[in-house]
Each structure stands twice: as C-alpha cells, then as structure tokens.
Nanobody
Framework: QVQLVESGGGLVQPGGSLRLSCVAS????????MGWFRQAPGKERDFVAA????????YYADSVKGRFTISRDNAKNTVYLQMSSLKPDDTAVYYC?????????????????WGQGTQVTVSS
C-alpha cells in the first residue's frame, strides 16, 4: 500500500510558476514509477508527466514539454512537478499516481495508487 499526498497548488497568473510535491508513505517509494495527471472540470483525467523508479526515464505530454519538469527525491519519498510558463489551459486538479512495472506511463489505468489531488488555477 502506498499513500500519496499532493501539495503546492494554488492561484497563479499566466506566465507564472508553481512546484507541486507528492509525498509517499506506507511502502518503499524508490521502487515505484510515478506519474502526474490532471483533470479539468467536465474533462477526462489526462497524462501530464511520469518518471521511472530509477529516475532515468521521464515522459511528458506534448502540451507541457519544455514547460514542466518531473523529478524525484527518493531520500525524501517525494516526486515533484515544476511548472513554468503556465497558461489558463493548465488549470485543473493535479493528481499524483504510483505503480510498479509500468509499461504504459501515459495510461491512468496502469497506476495502482492515487493521491487526492491539488488544485492549480491559472488566471489573471
């Protein structure tokens, strides 16, 4: 079992930056592949970014490439999502997810554990 708690969301102006954090507990964090997804009102949950358990592979949605960076600190049981050049279209609830032996990093159904989400609102 893995418990995930996201933080760092909030209101930011277009062009601004935020860093989301997701702290894991309850199991050995370093063996889990980690992902970030987001869900806007009335829309499906979409893939944002993912990182392998070693940190050696990262994946990004085309919509965030060059603006978002995923990273992990296994000593702190934490995965981060650094977001910059934020746009109103980035407004959503952001969810952290964990799974083992992930093959399809962009597919939500392949992750076993989810956090409760943190709201990100990009607006002037």
């Amino acid at each position: 079992q893995v418990q995930l708690v996201e933080s760092g969301g909030g209101l930011v102006q277009p062009g601004g930056s935020l860093r989301l954090s997701c702290v894991a507990s309850g199991s050995i964090f370093r063996v889990y592949d980690m992902g970030w997804f987001r869900q806007a009102p009335g829309k499906e949950r979409d893939f944002v970014a993912a990182i392998s358990w070693t940190g050696g592979r990262t994946y990004y949605a085309d919509s965030v490439k060059g603006r978002f960076t995923i990273s992990r600190d296994n000593a702190k049981n934490t995965v981060y999502l650094q977001m910059s050049s934020l746009k109103p279209d980035d407004t959503a609830v952001y969810y952290c997810a964990a799974g083992r032996y992930i093959r399809a990093f962009t597919t939500a159904a392949t992750y076993n554990y989810w956090g409760q989400g943190t709201q990100v609102t990009v607006s002037s």
